[in-house]
């Protein structure tokens, strides 16, 4: 059945024009009683003429509707609404319509800008819509209109006064919906967009002619029906599409700890969470509102004191659901053992992308080659039983849904190379879980024996997905690190195909993910088809490394570190960028076709070549202080992870003799497990000490204080000099020398 408004009696503010003209126009065909009210001003404000509001009734009648004109302006509201009563003896509908414009940039705005636009927007529609209130109570009908624009919900430049008036109406309307229902009062609000003089200066002709007003009245019809049950609502409307709004909140994040006070550091390091978006909700009173955050109030207050901070929304949780690091940092997983033989090396060898068209692969995929060897990356394997075992489900702490789990980093350190057959037992437990507000990252550390003797030792990095915010701290000392490659096109690049089966081949290696395979289960994950295992990549970057830089001896190889930042198609090509620093090869990796890295902040670390040594400052030299340098690389091979921890910086080192640059040394004991190389370094040295063979030798020997050397200028200090006090742990033994 049509909509019919016989026996209605409509107020339309300003509808001597534009939309409120086809509102009046609108209603009256469909039999309500029509006040067109219209002032008769200029966009901006100013004149007056009964003109524009006459024409409308004009016309409304010359079609057999009832109308009659006002000519005051919506601030003189109670006028408007006596009009309607004295003419048809009620009020039913108030569709607040009447605007001017008075766009400036905000600098520019003057008191009269503002105060005219809310005048005439939100006081106007308060005014006429007071007016009306208590007769549409008294009849236990409302409908009530208020007139808001995109530029108010998005704002818009130049429309300040404007924006804060129209979004100014939407706040009112809110109100008047909660406490106009009981009456059958309802309120709503638009943001239409159509073609008038308003939007003439704003809009290109042919859009002002083809965004017809007509394409608008019908949403203000319809919700000023008495069918229509909608009540603080907001719409958009223009062109013939009605779309609706509301607020969006994200889950948010509880900052504060019970007995702790709250600190902006502590919303900073929370602020990605609190800005996440993910599983949001949609708040739709102040009761809803306010319901999530008082909940907070007895959740921070019932926390243990050393307990995980929990989400807002947390309350919808399963009781315990979450991560609590201090209970799952420093637990073991159940240890595995791992039964291998050679078959099990080629086949990881043909997975990633070993072939016999090189022929100085054969070693590593024929068992009667004389040299037959197990790849340097085939260490991740006997570890990686510990991870896809379920084991980290099992670990107290870690509460966290188990599908969103990605693998983030993977770092693997051979103490000698791999046997090729045998059995090796593998220890993990959980290094450290951290809180990357979107996720959570947990640091597994495994370390892989063969007959009981350290083979190599793994850490995996973990990301959880939507499993952060339970404030833990975002970075560990425990990490090893990715490093950012130097500023200066690679040294070397090799460029590889992956093939179409090369995940279906790597999968047979021990990671059976169906993402890998299943192309439903690939598309579940939100990719187009199955994506190629990140340590397949890994492996490709690695061999490439050891072919380049170490004429595939596995036994040069110590260690890679890789960051999953992409993945890979099969059948794609993998191009590995390396540069060489010291005995650290540097590398990224991507995807030829599209340019995109894949595996990002990637280094292989290689053991110094019998070869090197006549060069090698590490065998001596000329330089006295070779011998020290020498001494201080043998000490971070046996004991770097535990001097990174103590002392975490990377110190440069200029020798000189006779006046003279003669040697440059650099000693990282910030990254994976610390490294020395001979010359200056591609990353960020913390600082950078200057002195001569003869000084730093006594200084050494304990001949020369320190600090006398410094103050002597025989010590010259640059960077954080504070670090030269770590100095010590690294030189104290050598004073023995
Ligand atoms: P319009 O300029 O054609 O119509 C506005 C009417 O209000 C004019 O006829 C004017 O004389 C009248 N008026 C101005 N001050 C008055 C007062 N103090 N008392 C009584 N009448 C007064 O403009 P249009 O485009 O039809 O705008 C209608 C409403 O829609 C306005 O509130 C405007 O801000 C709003 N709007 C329009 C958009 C559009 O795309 N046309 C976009 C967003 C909002």
């Not at 993990?428 to 979107?438: H, P, R, T, Y």
Request: proline fraction near 5%; hydrophobic fraction near 40%.
């Amino acid at each position: 059945m049509s909509l019919s408004f016989e026996g209605r009696v409509v107020l339309v503010t300003g509808a001597g024009g534009g939309l409120g003209r086809e509102y009046a126009l609108a209603f009256a065909a469909r039999g309500a009683s029509v006040v067109v009210n219209d002032l008769g001003a200029d966009t901006k404000g100013g004149g007056k003429s009964s003109a524009a509001a006459d024409k409308v009734v004009e016309e409304i009648r010359a079609k057999g509707g009832k109308a009659v004109a006002n000519y005051d302006s919506v601030e003189d509201g109670e006028k408007l609404i006596q009009t309607a009563l004295d003419t048809f003896g009620r009020i039913d509908i108030v569709v607040n319509n009447a605007g001017i414009l008075r766009d400036r940039s905000f600098a520019r705005t003057s008191d009269l800008d503002w105060d005219l636009i809310q005048r005439i927007h939100l006081r106007g529609s308060f005014l006429v819509t007071r007016a009306a209130w208590n007769h549409m109570k008294n009849q236990k009908f409302g409908r009530i209109i208020m007139t808001a624009s995109a530029a108010g919900i998005y704002g818009n430049f130049g429309q300040a006064n404007y924006s804060a008036a129209k979004l100014g109406m939407l706040g009112l309307a809110n109100t008047l919906a909660i406490e106009g229902r009981k009456y059958n009062i309802y309120c709503n609000t638009i943001a239409p967009v159509a073609g008038s003089r308003l939007t003439e200066t704003v809009m290109p002709p042919d859009l002002v002619a083809s965004l017809k007003p007509e394409y608008v009245a019908p949403l203000v019809l319809w919700l000023c029906h008495e069918q229509c049950q909608e009540n603080g609502g907001l719409f958009e409307a223009g062109a013939g599409w009605i779309g609706k709004l509301r607020w969006e909140r994200s889950q948010g994040r509880t900052v504060r700890q019970k007995n702790n006070p709250m600190t902006p550091e502590a919303v900073r390091d929370q602020w990605d969470r609190i800005c996440d978006f993910t599983n949001a909700t949609k708040p739709a009173n102040v009761q809803e509102s306010l319901q999530s955050v008082v909940s907070v109030l007895s959740q921070v207050e019932s926390e243990s004191d050393a307990g995980a901070i929990p989400t807002a929304a947390a309350a919808s949780v399963a009781p315990g659901a979450g991560i609590n690091p201090t209970e799952a940092v420093g637990q073991k997983l159940p240890s595995t053992s791992f039964n291998f033989t050679q078959t099990q090396c080629i086949l990881y060898a043909l997975g990633v992308g070993m072939s016999t068209k090189d022929p100085d692969h054969l070693k590593f995929l024929y068992e009667g080659h004389p040299d037959f060897s197990c790849l340097p990356t085939f260490g991740v394997i006997p570890s990686q039983s510990s991870m896809m075992g379920g084991g980290l489900s099992s670990v107290p702490g870690l509460n966290i849904d188990f599908t969103q789990v990605l693998h983030g980093e993977q770092y693997l350190e051979l103490y000698k190379p791999l046997p090729t057959s045998g059995t090796l037992t593998s220890e993990s437990a959980i290094a450290d879980v951290l809180d990357k507000g979107s996720g959570a990252v947990i640091l597994l550390d495994v370390n892989t024996y063969s007959g009981g003797e350290l083979v190599c030792y793994n850490q995996f990095s973990v990301f959880v997905v939507g499993a952060g915010g339970f404030g833990g701290r975002r970075s560990s000392e425990k990490a090893k690190a990715p490093l950012p490659p130097p500023k200066r096109a690679p040294d070397a690049v090799v460029i590889d195909s992956t093939t179409r089966d090369q995940a279906a081949l790597y999968r047979l290696s021990g990671d059976w993910n169906p993402l890998h395979i299943d192309p439903s289960f690939a598309a579940l994950g939100g990719f187009k088809s199955p994506i190629l295992h990140g340590l397949c990549s890994f492996g490709f970057a690695g061999r490439h490394v050891l072919k380049q830089f170490a004429n595939n001896d596995p036994s040069r190889f110590k260690a890679i570190k890789v960051r999953f930042a992409k993945p890979v198609i099969p059948g794609q090509s993998l191009q590995t960028e390396m540069w060489k620093e010291g005995n650290r090869i540097h590398m990224q990796c991507k995807v030829k076709e599209t340019g995109a890295v894949v595996l990002a902040g990637a280094y292989v670390d290689l053991h110094e070549t019998a070869e090197a040594s006549p060069q090698s400052p590490l065998q001596g030299g000329d330089l006295q202080s070779e011998l020290v340098f020498a001494e201080i690389g043998r000490r971070i091979e046996d004991l770097g992870s535990e001097l990174v921890k103590k002392v975490n910086a990377v110190f440069g080192w200029e020798i000189t003799k006779d006046g003279k640059k003669a040697a440059h040394w650099t000693i990282d004991l910030k990254n994976g497990s610390g490294s020395l190389h001979k010359g200056p370094y591609s990353g960020k040295v913390d600082v950078t000490f200057t002195v001569s063979d003869q000084d730093f030798m006594d200084v050494v020997m304990g001949k020369l204080m320190p600090q006398k050397a410094f103050f002597a200028g025989k010590l010259k200090v640059k960077g954080n000099v504070m670090l030269s006090q770590k100095l010590e742990v690294i030189l104290k033994d050598y004073a023995k020398l």
